[in-house]
């Protein structure tokens, strides 16, 4: 027997970390939500670090890096230990692990807010974090599979077959996701450009929910349901059913986030009926989840973890069928770009993470400080607040998304459009005010749990080392007979990564590849140019801004948005866009073919007070746009980087690139003059930025400006 | 294994539940395929809603029974007896339902710039209306179960231990579930700090309908992609084009809705009066509420009697009808109909030569100040002093 003494400091340290992000990424999400009410909270007149669309991804990223993040690294280095009957394998990496994780999200709050943006979300984050990132995600790799490779134990338990399948799936879509050509030291430009980089994005960007918000925390589930139940795992079989079908069927469905879009029709297809195989294999978990609490259900009623984890799971399965319904293409017409898709994603962040966090975290600090839970009635009004703050999220948010689409639809019988835009953002106030309330609502429980668990430290004793006995591996092993052959990967943590791998890598493959390579999937037009360089310095103010945050670029082929928007967009209108900027949601109006619709000075006055120019909008103001001068330092290396990424410049036009930004600066300026009588120096990012929104889908009309030297 | 049928009938039903996406898929297209009356017909989409409200009430219903039936079986009798507190769990409903009405009720109170959409119920409010009601009864029905899960976990002094309803054995039929006390016998041995694994079998609906989501994907991409029997997604857009095309044609050769810029006329008070609302809504942005614009603004002083494309009744009905998008006026045939485009422009007509002070510098041609409109017979009053102002 081998005596060893499992760690708990790093637990605590991951936990601690959990539960104070948690808070800082919902604070960011309420304060985000009221903006959208009440504009003057963005702030902006003092400064455009907190205006939503800066704001919006460092909640979103907050939310799941950060709060999610530290939630299964907590259940990480609590739960494999345990179910290995090891250590972890070093106690350095671990601490680089955890201080080079709260690093990035520090970095990543500062550079989100200071503008630093790739432009995709959920992977916002610039080219050196991204270093970062995968540095440290290494450091976790190999910690881990230290530990497994010197376990006690012979065969690996379910919740670590997640854990695998995560680590490498998400190895896999960061590294993909993030390729991008460095222009300065904050500044990058997607690998990829228009249909493509969409489809990698939401490749990524779906799976980053698949294997980060949902195959590490069904680990977390495994482990933990069963503990505080008190009752075996409901089925072994349906564990492996359900563990293999579902990180193979969760890569491909990707495309359903890209439904009606310029995205050539087989991929957006195997989207859907990729989401559609998915219920099964999601409810799987759910099953296993709730069937293990056969014969505990006297327990629920008592405990507040299980009421949890209760609620959890049954989130986690509303969502999981939610979500391939939403795949399929007349209901994701409704819901795409609207709030539909915000309360979907809430029922699972705060229903399935925040909840099963939530349990994690009531069971877990009363064993770390060997004592018992300080209030049982304190946690049950959290679980009740916290029950009440997702309905008033969710109901608000569906019933906003139908009005919206019904508005949005309807023509009068003479063939006209029967609403403005304006006209559905003002019907949407309200809902916005009442979703602001449930999340803080939500948020409020939080604060309960942590005076609950702040009391139930100090009522206890900190365990920081816990001994353990095991007895070592014997070195020659033989299965039992009539073992299923199943177990046979469960004692080789290696083929069950590489088969991980393998199963993860085959849907990428198959739906990215062909849009690669295949022409036909994306056709050329002819008439579309390159940005000029005052245009490109302009779409990087757009990007910077988060302008994507709120309005999409990309017109579907509904009559109701052409007739809207103008004629629907087409693959080939995107070839030069370097990261795509097609968007996910609409709370302003689609801007693809914005260019030439209104006149410069619209867009003068519109963004030093959107108001003036269309009253009733919640768009915050940008006054810093007309003090900031634009960066013309970096016109040659933007240009540079973009002939690399294959963008027709003509040759040598890096050097020349700011006398054709400041002529057309000029011309711009002029008029804004003589015809408006407004004065603005030449050199302002406002100017860009128009240059850039009036350029918008005006190429497939052919009247693309003429670079010099052409 | 005695009740086969029972084990069948409840595995159709998760059948059907797998297999609806595939019926309402083609229930809408067949919906988009049959010649709507109405442009706004959205058949289809209320059809494939009601489907998706009923299916998550079924969902709801069996997760709470889960719960439900669960706290039957295993609850026991305890000494607290705190009951439910329902004014805690309704009020959010309340207030949920009630604050967005009383917004709306401000909306509609304040000066409607924008129109009121309560002011005009029609089909689509009727539908959301029962869409709410809807949403609100399955809210409830969660709640019932949830209050019904709550009184077995705070149990009164008739629990009822020992009874099976018929639910629970339907329940425990089609998962197949092996008696508690039975367990031992379907342990697989593992344990990974204490926590053993059973090894149920999984459940025969899970397997049945996990196969019939397979068969809904091949038919579907078979259906859009080998057969294409299905309109893909420009086909869809040409065929609503083409209807709503027709929709319209029909519809206003019974109207008197077809006035242009050939034939427009010089409308009467009331119609200028809902041309001056529409110009405040839609206009004033550009134009200022009182149409003279501002110095330096963006749009023309409509008030001087300078016309860039001409002040003409006609010309001025182009203009806002077609826009001259690269001057910055955009299109406005989207927005309104005809006849509003004809308020409109009637209301410009009538203050055309008031020159309201504070307004623009003049741009454009100068006109003459001849009244364009003396000639229409129609224009009676607000507008009989304007033209001896300059």
């Known amino acids: 027997m081998d005596k060893f003494y499992y760690d708990n400091r790093i637990a605590r340290m991951f936990a601690f970390a959990c539960i104070t992000w948690g808070v800082v990424g919902m604070l960011l999400g309420v304060i985000a939500a009221f903006q959208l009410a009440f504009p003057a909270l963005n702030f902006s007149e003092y400064f455009p670090h907190l205006a939503f669309g800066r704001l919006r991804p460092v909640h979103t990223n907050a939310v799941i890096f950060a709060f999610v993040g530290n939630g299964i690294f907590t259940a990480v280095y609590y739960a494999i230990p345990r179910l290995l009957k090891t250590p972890m394998w070093s106690k350095a990496l671990g601490r680089i692990h955890f201080w080079g994780w709260q690093t990035i999200i520090v970095l990543a709050a500062v550079t989100l807010l200071s503008g630093f943006t790739t432009g995709k979300e959920y992977a916002e984050l610039e080219w050196p974090i991204d270093i970062l990132i995968t540095l440290i995600w290494v450091i976790f790799g190999i910690n881990m599979f230290g530990t497994i490779l010197t376990r006690r134990e012979r065969h690996l338990y379910v919740a670590i077959w997640f854990f695998i399948a995560s680590w490498v799936t998400v190895a896999m879509l960061h590294i993909v996701n993030s390729l991008e050509i460095p222009v300065t030291l904050f500044k990058s430009y997607s690998m990829y450009a228009g249909v493509q980089d969409a489809l990698v994005q939401w490749w990524y960007g779906h799976n980053a929910v698949a294997f980060f918000l949902t195959t590490p925390y069904l680990g977390l589930m495994y482990y933990f349901l069963p503990k505080a139940a008190e009752r075996p795992v409901y089925s072994y079989r349906l564990s492996i059913v359900h563990f293999w079908s579902l990180i193979f069927l969760y890569i491909w469905a990707g495309p359903h986030h890209l439904l009606y879009t310029a995205l050539p029709e087989w991929a957006q297809s195997l989207g859907t009926v990729f989401s559609i195989m998915l219920i099964l294999p999601s409810w799987g978990g759910m099953l296993n989840g709730l069937f293990t609490l056969r014969g505990a259900w006297d327990k629920v009623r008592a405990d507040p973890v299980l009421k949890f984890f209760v609620v959890a799971v049954t989130c986690y399965g509303m969502s999981t069928f939610e979500g391939p319904m939403l795949s399929l293409k007349n209901v994701n017409a409704i819901s795409h770009y609207s709030d539909w898709t915000i309360a979907h994603v809430h029922i699972g962040a705060l229903g399935w993470n925040g909840f099963l966090t939530f349990g994690m975290m009531y069971w877990l600090i009363p064993k770390l400080f060997k004592t018992q839970l300080y209030s049982r009635p304190l946690a049950a009004t959290h679980f009740w607040i916290g029950t009440l703050g997702i309905i008033l999220y969710a109901i608000p948010m569906y019933w906003s998304a139908f009005r919206t689409y019904f508005m949005l639809s309807s023509f009068t019988p003479e063939g006209q459009l029967q609403y403005q835009f304006m006209d559905v953002v003002q019907t949407v106030i309200p809902f916005y005010i009442l979703r602001a309330i449930g999340g803080t609502i939500y948020l409020c429980g939080v604060f309960v749990m942590i005076y609950n668990l702040v009391k139930t430290a100090q009522s206890g004793e900190f365990v920081a080392e816990e001994e353990a006995q095991a007895a070592p591996l014997a070195k020659n092993y033989v299965a039992p007979a009539g073992s299923i052959w199943h177990s046979f990967i469960e004692r080789k943590p290696i083929l069950l990564l590489v088969l991980s791998l393998i199963v993860v890598g085959l849907g990428g493959i198959i739906e990215l590849i062909p849009t690669f390579l295949i022409k036909q999937n994306v056709p050329t037009i002819a008439s579309v140019k390159p940005y000029t360089p005052l245009e490109l310095q302009g779409r990087d103010i757009y990007v910077r801004e988060g302008c994507y945050n709120c309005h999409s670029q990309m017109i579907r082929p509904f009559r109701y948005e052409v007739t809207r928007y103008g004629e629907y967009s087409k693959a080939g209108e995107f070839v030069y866009d370097h990261p795509f900027q097609w968007g996910s949601k609409r709370t302003g109006p689609d801007l693809a073919r914005i260019g030439g619709k209104y006149g410069d000075s619209w867009h003068f006055n519109h963004m030093l007070d959107p108001t003036s120019m269309a009253p009733g909008s919640i768009m915050p103001s940008y006054p810093s746009l007309f003090e900031n001068s634009i960066d013309k330092v970096t016109t040659r290396s933007k240009i540079h980087a973009m002939r690399q990424l294959g963008v027709p410049y003509p040759d040598g036009y890096e050097a020349i690139a700011d006398q054709d930004l400041d002529k057309q600066a000029k011309s711009i300026t002029d008029k804004l003059k003589t015809e408006n009588k407004i004065e603005i120096a030449s050199d302002k990012e406002i100017i860009a930025l128009i240059a850039y929104l009036q350029r918008l889908g005006k190429d497939i009309k052919a009247e693309a400006p003429k670079l010099s030297n052409q | ?390």
């Open chain 2, 1 to 390: 294994m005695n009740n086969k049928l029972l084990f069948y009938s409840s595995a159709a039903i998760f059948a059907m539940i797998a297999a609806f996406p595939l019926f309402a898929q083609s229930a809408a297209a067949d919906a988009a395929v049959a010649a709507p009356s109405v442009a706004t017909d959205n058949t289809g989409t209320y059809l494939l809603l009601t489907f998706v409200a009923i299916v998550l009430l079924i969902v709801i219903y069996i997760l709470g029974n889960v719960l439900v039936q669960a706290a039957t079986i295993q609850s026991r009798p305890d000494n607290n007896s705190s009951k439910l507190d329902y004014f805690r769990v309704l009020l959010p409903f309340v207030l949920l339902f009630a604050l967005p009405m009383s917004g709306y009720a401000q909306d509609a109170a304040a000066a409607a710039p924008t129109p009121s959409f309560w002011a005009t119920p029609s089909k689509m409010d009727w539908i959301l209306g029962a869409f709410g009601i809807t949403i609100l009864i399955e809210s409830l029905a969660v709640f019932y179960l949830a209050s019904r899960a709550m009184r077995f976990i705070k149990p009164t002094a008739n629990t009822t231990v020992a009874q099976k309803s018929a639910l629970a054995k339907w329940w425990n039929k089609i998962n197949n579930f092996v008696p508690i006390e039975q367990e031992v016998n379907i342990d697989s041995g593992h344990n990974y700090d204490g926590i053993r694994e059973l090894n149920n079998i999984t459940p025969p609906w899970f397997t049945f309908s996990f196969a019939m989501s397979i068969i809904f994907a091949v038919t579907y991409l078979w259906r859009y992609h080998v057969a294409q029997s299905a309109p893909l997604q420009i086909q869809e857009y040409n065929i609503a084009v083409e209807q709503a095309r027709i929709a319209q044609a029909e519809y206003l050769k019974k109207q008197s809705n077809n006035v242009d810029e050939n034939n427009v006329k010089m409308l009467g008070a009331n119609d200028i009066a809902a041309g001056e609302k529409l110009f405040v809504a839609s206009c004033a942005a550009c134009h200022g509420a009182k149409g003279n614009s501002q110095p330096g603004g963006v749009g023309p002083n409509l008030t001087d009697n300078h016309w860039i494309h001409g002040g003409s009744i006609q010309n001025v009905f182009k203009t806002v009808k077609y826009g001259y998008p690269d001057k910055g006026m955009k299109s406005w045939k989207d927005d309104f109909t005809p006849n509003q485009i004809a308020q409109l422009t009637s209301y410009i007509e009538s203050i055309k030569g008031t020159n309201v002070a504070g307004g623009k510098e003049p741009q454009g041609e100068l006109e003459a100040a001849t009244d364009s409109s003396a000639a229409d017979s129609t224009a009676t009053t607000a507008k009989t002093d304007t033209t001896s102002q300059k």
